[in-house]
């Protein structure tokens, strides 16, 4: 089993930025691709970007592509989102989830586990 919590979320304005933190737990963190989702009232949760095991490999979804920066601190068994650019359709909760080591999928059911989520709302 492997535990995240995600923190860092909050109301920005447009144009602001944002960090966001996946602290887990559990089994050796090191082992597990991880990734941020986001979904916005009314709409499925979707791929927001992800970062290999062992952080050589990164993915992007074209909306945030050039804004956001998924990073990772295996010794400190975090993962960071970095939002710059903050517009107000990145309004959403923000979810990291982990599956273990190889591909780098965007679907939601490719992941095993999931944190709660954090709240970033952004105002024009």
């Known amino acids: 089993q492997v535990q995240l919590v995600e923190s860092g979320g909050g109301l920005v304005q447009a144009g602001d930025s944002l960090r966001l933190s996946c602290a887990a737990s559990g089994r050796t963190f090191s082992n597990y691709n991880v990734a941020w989702f986001r979904q916005a009232p009314g709409n499925e949760r979707e791929f927001v970007t992800g970062?290999?095991?062992?952080?050589?490999?990164?993915r992007y979804a074209d909306s945030v592509k050039g804004r956001f920066i998924i990073s990772r601190d295996n010794a400190k068994n975090t993962v960071y989102l970095e939002m710059n650019s903050l517009k107000p359709e990145d309004t959403a909760v923000y979810y990291c989830?982990?599956?273990?080591?190889?591909?780098?999928?965007?679907?939601?059911?490719?992941?095993?586990?999931w944190g709660q989520g954090t709240q970033v709302t952004v105002s024009s």
């Open positions: 970062i290999t095991a062992r952080g050589e490999g990164t």
């Open positions: 989830a982990a599956r273990p080591l190889g591909r780098l999928p965007v679907g939601v059911r490719d992941y095993d586990y």
